[in-house]
Structures are given as structure tokens and as C-alpha cells.
């Protein structure tokens, strides 16, 4: 037992005893109890008043001071008091310097509601965005930033990822936005101006581009002669054929890089509008896919099978999607040892069509596979470098897949076989009745 309730208990034990004791010699007993609980009761009630009052004068007067029990209560309230006015001051401090922390980021920072309405905003959200805080608060975010793709990012509130958009108040600057959700119902948006990194980028991209355009002329006029030279019938030693045969090898590998490079390079600067666009006959092209990869497989004889769905077409670049089916097909007869089985599949699932490309070669360690889509990845140079690849080409379906809007699976157990499956959307899948005829390339449905 608590010592004050101890101590409560015996002082109205003592009160008890003592008015009955003095009440027998006086011959009132019971009056003088009554009496002696009565002065305990007016003294609670007194408490009780004093404690009211200071609860109702908003803690502003000094906390009452009583004896016994009710002391005991007065201290505890006392201390309680203390402690949530430090943690108040551990809070507000806190606070502030978070906000100055806040202020002196480079990056905007904006607090949002659900409801995307604005509540907080740093100074440099000023300068980036033009939001002010507090003119702003309570505004909805996207009446100040109208950006269609904003909206979009909004709307859809998955917000894995962040946005680019060109600035409100100086259009030619980029600046990535991105939405965090916290705390259950809030929302905070950080963005970043990323003219510079935008700008160096298309700096990367642009010397690719015009250094595999150059370089591509007198690598051709090499190898071209590099054949020639094989083929003529001359007086030559065996080191030199030898020598021949591997520098024509080297020339075709560099061919093969560059017009990768070329292609990696086209994808990523090319506006998507500027592709055209049409009904590809995907079931024709992956037949003739099938031949080709017959063809590479020559004497390992791999069994290649196709199963095609006939009706089931795609809207979309019929180049690049070529190059992504050829790219996965190849794959799969390289990485697949002589006699291996090769799946082509082309079906449609929930609306969706799916691409399939199943092998049984050598598989890939699944630590690789979040990289394989990464520019010259490889998970054995050798391997590849001998089969004739250029570390490109997974780069290459990664691109064309992102413009139309399709997803790519890899699957794989090594020593088991892999399998590299592509997704596209229901607004890209065409249906076609028997008999149907296509719109010519480049003709838009
Ligand atoms: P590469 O020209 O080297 O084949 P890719 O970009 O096409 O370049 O592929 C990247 C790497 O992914 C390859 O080097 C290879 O290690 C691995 N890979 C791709 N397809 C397969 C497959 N079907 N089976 C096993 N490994 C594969």
C-alpha cells in the first residue's frame, strides 16, 4: 500500500477512535463521530473547491496546497505539470529546429494534407515552385503547379518514384518532384532543380550519338576489307590467317557495338511521339524471329518451339519491337548449351499480351538479375564477348519496353534454364478477326 494511503487510513482511524472515546466520556458517542466526519468531509470538500477552481483558472494560479492524501495528489499534479511543460519545451525546440533545418535546405519542401492541401512550406519552395508559406496555405498544390504530368502523379498517389517537370517560374530549368506520405494522413513533396544533371545528360548522350556515327563509316570500310583480304587467294603463313580472321572478328564486334550504341542512343533521345506507330502482326514476325534463331543455333540444334496466339497483334514500333523479340530469342540460343529447348509464347492474359522466351540453359545468379537491364552488364564477360554480345542488348529492351508501356519479368535458376517474359498493356493489344487486313506501317488506328 501507497505510505500517504497508509498514512490517510490511520489518521481516520484516529479520528474514528478518538471522537467515539471522547464521545463515551461526554455519553454522545455517536454525536461526536458524526461531528469528527463531518470536519473530515467539509476539509475534502474544501480540496476538492480549491483544485476546481485552479483546474478552471486554466492552471494559471499557484496549485493549492493541502496536508495528508490530498497533499499527496496536489505534489503528483504538481510534477506531471513539470514534466509535460519540458516535454512542450523539448517539442517547440524541436520544432524550430527543424524548421531552420527546413530553411536552409536547398531543396523545396512543401506539407501537404491527403487532400493535397498546402500547410507548411520552406523558402525554397519560393524560388522553385513559387509556393509561399503561409500566403499558400490551404491552397490545393495543383492550382499553383499545373502540369499535366503532376496531376497524373497526384492521381495516382503511388508516389514510388518522383517526377520531372520544367519549372513554374523558369521554364527551361527541370526539377524532380517527388511526394513521401508520413505520419498516416500527410504528405511532404521535395523537390530538387536538376537542370544541371539533365543538361549533362543530354551532353552523354549526344557525344554517344555522334561518336558512334562517326566511328561507324571506318569501322564498316575496315571489316569490309578485312573480309576481302580473307577472301583472296594469296601466299599467306597460317599466323597471318590467323591474325586476318581475328582482326575481322574484332572489326565485326565494333560494328556490332556501334550500331547497338546507335540504337541505345536513338531510343533514349527520340521524342515518343516521334516514333510512328502501327498495328505490328506480331505471330508473322516471331515466326520469322523463329528462323533466324534456327539459323544462329546452326549445328548446336537447339528445339526451338513457337506458340503464337494468330489473332493477337500489338500497337506499337514495329522496328523496335522487333529488335526487343530478336534481342530475348538470341539470348536465349547464346546462353542455351547444343540441343537445349527454346519456348516462344505470344498470348493474351486478362487483356494483357505476353511475351514469352523460356530456355533451359545456363540460368542466371539472381543477385545478377536486378542488373542485367544495366548498360554493358554482364554476368560473364567471356561468355558473352564469345557468343558475339555487346552488353547492349538487355539495355536496349529496356528502353523499348518503357515506350510501350510493357513490363519486363526475368525468371531464371542457374544450371535451370531462364525465362524473360514482356507485359503489354490492354490500350496496345489489337484483337483481329480471320482474315483481317493490317494497316500499313506507320498508319495510326
Ligand atoms: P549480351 O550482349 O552480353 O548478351 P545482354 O544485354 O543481351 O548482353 O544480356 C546481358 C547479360 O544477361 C548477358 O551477358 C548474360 O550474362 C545475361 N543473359 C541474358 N539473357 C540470358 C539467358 N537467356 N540466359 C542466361 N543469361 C542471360
Given at each position: 500500500m501507497q505510505p500517504g494511503l497508509r498514512r490517510e487510513l490511520w489518521v481516520i482511524g484516529t479520528l474514528v477512535a478518538g471522537t467515539l472515546i471522547a464521545g463515551a466520556v461526554f455519553g454522545y458517542p455517536l454525536w461526536f463521530l458524526a461531528f469528527g466526519l463531518g470536519v473530515y468531509l467539509a476539509v475534502a470538500v474544501r480540496n476538492l473547491i480549491s483544485l476546481h477552481r485552479w483546474l478552471l483558472s486554466k492552471k494559471q494560479q499557484p496549485l493549492p496546497e493541502a496536508r495528508g492524501l490530498w497533499g499527496d495528489v496536489f505534489n503528483e499534479i504538481h510534477l506531471l505539470e513539470k514534466e509535460t511543460a519540458q516535454h512542450r519545451d523539448r517539442l517547440r525546440d524541436m520544432l524550430t529546429r527543424f524548421q531552420e533545418a527546413a530553411s536552409a535546405l536547398p531543396d523545396g519542401m512543401v506539407i501537404l494534407t491527403q487532400q493535397g492541401e498546402i500547410v507548411w512550406a520552406n523558402p525554397s519552395a519560393r524560388s522553385l515552385l513559387g509556393i509561399s508559406h503561409p500566403r499558400d496555405s490551404g491552397q490545393r498544390i495543383n492550382n499553383l503547379i499545373r502540369h499535366p504530368e503532376f496531376n497524373d502523379y497526384l492521381e495516382d498517389a503511388e508516389f514510388t518514384e518522383s517526377v520531372e517537370l520544367s519549372a513554374p517560374l523558369k521554364p527551361d530549368n527541370t526539377l524532380s518532384v517527388q511526394i513521401v506520405p508520413y505520419g498516416g494522413n500527410q504528405r511532404l513533396l521535395v523537390c530538387r532543380d536538376i537542370t544541371h544533371v539533365v543538361r549533362l545528360e543530354e551532353m552523354r548522350q549526344n557525344f554517344v550519338a555522334n561518336a558512334s556515327h562517326e566511328l561507324r563509316s571506318p569501322i564498316t570500310v575496315l571489316s569490309g576489307y578485312l573480309e576481302t583480304l580473307q577472301d583472296m587467294d594469296l601466299n599467306r603463313t597460317a599466323e597471318i590467317k590467323r591474325a586476318l580472321a581475328t582482326m575481322y572478328n574484332q572489326a565485326r564486334r565494333m560494328e556490332r557495338l556501334v550500331s547497338d550504341l546507335l540504337a541505345l542512343s536513338r531510343l533514349e533521345t527520340a521524342?515518343?511521339?516521334a516514333t510512328p506507330e502501327s498495328i505490328v502482326d506480331v505471330p508473322a514476325m516471331l515466326a520469322s524471329l523463329k528462323e533466324s534463331a534456327e539459323m544462329l543455333s546452326g549445328e548446336d540444334r537447339h528445339q526451338i518451339t513457337l506458340s503464337a496466339a494468330p489473332m493477337l497483334r500489338l500497337r506499337g514500333n514495329e522496328e523496335q519491337l522487333r529488335s526487343v523479340f530478336s534481342n530475348l530469342i538470341d539470348n536465349a540460343v547464346r546462353y542455351t548449351p547444343p540441343g537445349g529447348a527454346i519456348e516462344i509464347g505470344w498470348r493474351n492474359a486478362n487483356n494483357w499480351a505476353i511475351f514469352s522466351v523460356k530456355d533451359d540453359g545456363v540460368g542466371i545468379p539472381w543477385q545478377h538479375i536486378p542488373h542485367l537491364?544495366?548498360?554493358?552488364?554482364?554476368?560473364d564477360v567471356d561468355r558473352s564477348r564469345e557468343s558475339?554480345?555487346?552488353?547492349l542488348g538487355l539495355a536496349i529492351v529496356k528502353h523499348v519496353l518503357k515506350r510501350h508501356d510493357a513490363r519486363l519479368n526475368i525468371e531464371s535458376l542457374v544450371g535451370k534454364g531462364s525465362t524473360f517474359t514482356c507485359k503489354f498493356p490492354p490500350e496496345r493489344v489489337v484483337m483481329t478477326t480471320v482474315g483481317e487486313s493490317l494497316p500499313k506501317a506507320g498508319e495510326q488506328s
Open positions: 521524342a515518343p511521339q537491364t544495366e548498360r554493358f552488364y554482364r554476368v558475339g554480345g555487346t552488353g
